[in-house]
């Protein structure tokens, strides 16, 4: 038996794993037409699901703000797939701004990317495609009752095991994360054992001096 | 010389100058000393009428000169005109005292003041000591038995009540006779002499010494009878203390009348003096001029005078046993000084001699607070007054060591001990400075008795045994974490999952398998699990196949508030209230395994966060700036990104960690840059 299904359930959080980022390549003799001659990128950016699954049971429509030199610089996308192609020849922070269901009865959730065009390793041979992609869970906390019901139909949560050329972002990625900032930690506590003992004996030098 | 000679000496052409005024020049250079024509003058430029220094100003400068106009401006306020007149002033008398009359300026007119000398304003600070005044017989009654003689004493008053009604009849009669005194010098001599049988002591001397120096100016002699009279009293007082004696009893009250006239008189005499000064005007500088000499000459004549009597004296006084007992001649005598100098202690000292007896000034305060401590407890014993007459004489003495002492110390010995006191200041100064310094530095390690004082940590023991605690302490909560509230929540929900379990035990309601691997599986991580992000669930990589749909089963929250202290009721208010939540949100989830959950992204946690959507790396720790710098940098070195690439639960549960940990460690630094700085500084 739901609650009233606006009741939020306490103490529970639902997370969703998304994708975002743009793709950029240079336009060479093939140009879209009516690209204004200065363009020199055409790039796309886009948010999706981990492996391209549908997020629209949840995602109503992606709305992207582009720079203000565009015309019509809002841009509404309100059906899958949730991506925008322009052309430009500049990089600027684009506002993404994520509207959920109605069900939801969740605020819109806004956050930046910055347009990426070109490859900042220049020593790398110069790819195709420039990529700017990551990766982020969306985190519904307490979720009312018709949304949590909405979120259970998938699961939405699932990541591939492997790292893919397609799909980098996998459980495989997620353990290696965790190893490398294990490693970390334990760096860590090695230089505090021995910042330990330097300021112990510190102290103790100054007890004896007094 | 005008300007156009100007112009010549410098030999310079006079421009823009009209044809007509060519002429004017060469007429100026035949004769040097001519004016400037008032011909050349009128033709000159229409200007506003120019005269002497002005002209010749605008003469030198040409015709180029600016078009300014000198305006005859009042540069000055004008003067008040309400000044009020200057009011006069004038010479008036004025009663300095009963008797002196003298002159000052004083503003107005003759007629506002008159002709009757004023009251000097300062008169009411003329005002003697009130000491206590006793017979012989009083004096050894008192000393004696002060108890016992009360009665006696209160009659004693009243016979010097009379005395004093006498007394103020003398004192008119001296008023009349100082009247007269002011016309004939002579007389007053002899008047004066007349008093000055009466007189005791220091006044006898005083007129003694009147007398020897007879010849002289008679202001003079008043003028050095304050300085001598003591001064004379070493030869003279041998001559007049037996007659006293003598003719003690029998005189005793004009004795009396006499003591109590003694500053009267004296102002007598110096009134006269005065008088005569102001009248006689012109003498009075030249005399004051000579009166050092003249009182020099005195103190020869003195001087003389003593040294003849004087050994005699002095083998009286060494045959007698030099007793430090007080007879009442001398205890009266001390009192006679008191009075004339007003209990100041030092002059009394200085003026004291009574047949010889040196005694110091302790000792002449002693006798003195002891007699009239003594006096008024035969009066009335209960005198709040009494209280006030205590002298300490050992303790005095002592304070006076003591002052002497730090007096007489030599140049060498009080630098010596000012650098002491600026190195011990200097010393307070450190100390202080570092126990500030530790006090923050223990409250920045987070000690568990930071809030304790610091001074048990001052000693090595202490704080070897601060380190070891600190040391093994590591579950102490770090300074950012602490807005994390803590997990109270946890706790209520392993008890529930407790209860829920027993009661399906009991039940066996529904035995499913999966659910009750899930409950207690949640349970055992639960307490494993007490970062302050949400709770990691296992990590198998399993995916379910199948969804189930979600089957909300109500199951009535089970739980019945265990027994608590009366100091958790609040918490248990709130927790009762999560309780429910909780059993509901389980509910939902009761029939997800943990792949399901984990697939489905659900997560329980027992925090309070606020509910609504959030991107989870956006809920990775930061700092204030300045630490945020530092641990960038930290990351950079460890070649880790700021930004997790894949910041899911896992992996932004290990990132705290990280982050927590890089703080200690950016503390630790601080505190030993600290701690050598420190060491730097002390040393």
Known sequence: MAGPPNKRIKTISVSRPIIYGNTAKKMGDVRP????????????????????????????????????????????????????TETGWGEFDINVKIHFV???????????????????????????????????????????????????????????????ESCPFSKQLEIEEIDRINDGITEVEKQIEEYKDKVTNKIKEKSVDM | MSSSDIFDVLNIKQKGKSPSNDLSPSVDTSGPSSVLTPGSLGSRAPKPQVTGMQRELYNLLGDNQPSMIVQPTNKFKESLKNVTKPSPWTQARFKANKRLVLRHWVKG??????????????????????????????????????????????????????????????????????????????????TKTEDMKDDKKDEKLDEKLDEKVGDKDKTKADDMKDGCSLEGTNGELSESVPTEQSTEKAEEENKDNSKSETGEKKDNETDTGEKKDSETGKDSTTDNGDIPAENTDTEVNKNETNTTQEQPEVTTSKEEPQSKEWTYEEVEYLFNLCRTYDLRWFVISDRYNFNGITRTTEELKNEFYMVSSKYFQSKNAADSLLASLEYPLEMELERKKYLERLLSRSAAEIAEEEALIIESRKFEMGAKKML????????????????????QYLTS?????????????????????????????????????????????????????????????????KPVTATPTVSSTASSSVPAGSMPPPQPVTVPPSGTTQKRTKKQKLEQQTAQKRKTEVAYAENLLKDFNEEQKKSLGISMHGEKLTPGVYLRSTKISTFKPALQNKVYGVLQELKLPVRPAMPSQAVVAKQEELLKQIVTLIELKKNLDKLEAEKAVSQ
């Open chain 1, 33 to 84: 037409p009516n690209a204004p001659a200065e363009h020199t990128h055409i790039w796309t950016i886009f948010l999706r699901g981990p492996q391209n699954e549908d997020i629209s049971y949840y995602i109503k429509q992606v709305v992207f703000k582009l720079h203000d030199t565009y015309p019509n610089s809002t841009r509404i996308i309100s059906a899958p797939p949730f991506e925008l």
């Open chain 2, 436 to 455: 500030v310094e530790r006090e923050a530095l223990l409250r920045l390690l987070d000690s568990p008795n930071s809030d304790k004082s610091v001074a």
């Open chain 2, 109 to 190: 007119s003759k007629d506002l003041h008159g002709e009757e000398p004023q009251v000097s304003a300062y008169a009411k600070y003329d005002q003697h000591m009130s000491l206590p005044e006793f017979t012989r017989e009083e004096y050894e009654s008192f000393m004696l038995e002060p108890e016992k003689k009360k009665l006696k004493s209160v009659d004693e008053d009243k016979k010097n009540e009379k005395l004093d009604e006498k007394k103020n009849k003398k004192d008119e009669k001296d008023d009349k006779k100082d009247e007269k005194l002011d016309e004939k010098v002579d007389d007053k001599d002899k």
């Open chain 2, 461 to 525: 023991q202490g704080i070897s045994q601060l380190y070891s605690s600190l040391l093994a302490d590591k579950t102490r909560k770090r300074k950012h974490d602490s807005n994390v509230p803590e997990n109270l929540w946890m706790k209520q929900q392993q008890q529930f999952v407790q209860q829920k379990q027993q009661l399906q035990q009991l039940h066996d309601r529904k035995p499913d398998i999966t659910s009750n691997n899930a409950t207690t599986q949640n349970h055992k991580n």
């Open chain 1, 102 to 164: 109605e069900e939801a009865n969740e605020k819109v959730l806004s956050f930046y990317h910055r347009l990426r065009l070109h490859p900042y390793d220049m020593t790398q041979p110069s790819q195709e495609e420039i990529k700017s992609i990551f990766y982020d869970e969306l985190v519904f906390n307490e979720p009312n009752e018709q949304f949590f019901q909405i979120l259970m139909t998938k699961p939405g949560n699932l990541l591939p095991s492997n790292k893919t």
